[in-house]
């Protein structure tokens, strides 16, 4: 038996936390300081209302954080590895933080919400303190703050049509990675097409904290017609679809290029950036590890609470950072960080507490490569 979990005022409710304890979420942990739900049914239910319907997701966890000023545009090129240069109001963009020696402190989606204002929408990590050491002694004119936001993720095919009946046929507009201003009901939301899911979906920001019973009610209810199902983030998705979750399988002491996101690394824009001389180096000499696939054999295994180490031949050659069963494939897949001069041989093996298991590299993503479910 698992002890519960300790209430206390350090660590933040959600203004969605009792509606989601009242919808059953069995538990619950502790993400950027915030209690978030961790589920509901079993992940397999929850799954497959993903994949063919649509889910309400409490994270509120995800901290928003506003830059703003004269320098706002200046300072958060500064801070992320991607050039931001035609990045427009309404638009977003998945971005890389890394520090001075390159190493990943966070992969936000960074929003821009006004000329001289942005968001970054943040994962586990001290980034909003982590801005403000890089303030100081800085010429850079801006104010760092955490606005009072709160974020649900309405995640499935049937987002769409769920958004437009509570919004109108405007919310088919909204595309791909751009977010718009909207009331529904009166109840004030920043929408983004954007989420965690790899499905199609969007992420709702919640402008008024006193209407969070509100607002997941007003869903719930009108998400009847489509199935809709509370739920938490889901393992088996990320994994299939290849996100990578910051601070499993990638962390500070990881860099863009071992995490294959150098597609996020724009060494050639004219601005300069934390961590530019690093990565430039690391971008010459190559890397010794890299982020792949694993298909893993055996019965169906549960999602790992800790890394694995994987083996050639007896010898490590890196370690399994997450895994799960997909009910879509029927296998068990994992993310691994393993040596680059391992290429895909039958013969590796991962130790598992109860035994060994053999694995093989396969390519990322494992479903959907081109992105078709999250763009349609």
């Known amino acids: 038996m698992h002890p519960s979990l300790y209430l206390t005022a350090r660590i933040r409710k959600s203004p969605f936390f009792d509606a989601t304890s009242q919808a059953g979420a069995t538990q619950f942990s502790v993400y950027n300081r915030t209690y978030m739900p961790g589920g ?12 063919n319907d649509v889910v309400l997701w409490d994270v509120t966890c995800q901290r928003v954080i506003e830059v703003s000023g004269a320098d706002a545009k200046r300072f958060s090129d500064y801070l992320t590895t991607r050039d931001l240069s035609s990045l427009q109001v309404g638009a977003a963009r998945y971005v890389l933080l890394t520090n ?3 190493g990943v ?7 821009r919400m006004d000329h001289d204002k942005y968001w970054f929408s943040c994962a586990d990590g001290d980034v909003g303190m982590w801005m403000h050491g890089v303030l100081v002694g800085s010429d850079f004119d801006v104010r760092v703050a955490f606005p009072d936001v709160a974020t649900l993720q309405l995640q499935g ?32 939301l920043i929408i983004a097409r954007t989420g ?25 209810e009108e998400g009847r017609r489509y199935a809709i199902a509370p739920g938490s983030p ?7 679809a290849g996100i ?19 597609r996020l690394v724009d060494l050639d824009s ?44 007896g010898n490590q050659v890196g370690k399994m950072t997450s895994w799960v069963f997909s009910p879509r494939s029927q296998r068990n897949l994992a993310l691994a960080m393993l040596d680059t001069q391992v290429a895909s041989p039958a013969s590796l093996s991962v130790d598992y507490p109860q035994g060994e298991r053999a694995a093989t590299v396969v390519a990322l993503p494992f479903v959907d490569p081109e992105k078709r479910l999250a763009r349609a």
């Open 196 to 220: 965690w899911s790899a499905e199609r979906g969007y992420e709702l920001y919640l402008l008024d904290l006193a209407r969070g019973g509100e607002l997941w009610r007003i869903l719930m």
């Open 40 to 51: 509901y049914a079993s992940m397999e239910e929850e799954y497959w209302s993903l994949v």
């Open 234 to 240: 889901s393992r088996v998705r990320r994994i299939e």
């Open 100 to 102: 001075q020696h390159g």
């Open 105 to 111: 402190l966070n992969d936000p989606v960074l929003m």
């Open 157 to 188: 095919p049937k987002s769409l049509p769920l958004l437009r009946d509570l919004l109108g046929d405007r919310i088919t507009k909204l595309a791909y990675y751009r977010h718009v201003r909207c009331e529904l009901h009166g109840i004030p």
């Open 244 to 262: 990578l979750d910051y601070g499993v399988d990638m962390d500070v002491t990881t860099n863009p290029y071992e995490l294959g996101l150098q």
């Open 270 to 313: 004219v601005s300069d950036f934390v961590g530019k001389a690093a990565l430039r180096a690391i971008h010459a000499r190559g890397v010794s590890r890299q982020v792949v696939g694993l298909h893993v054999e055996g019965d169906p295994v549960t999602p790992n609470e800790v890394p694995y180490i994987v083996r050639l031949r």
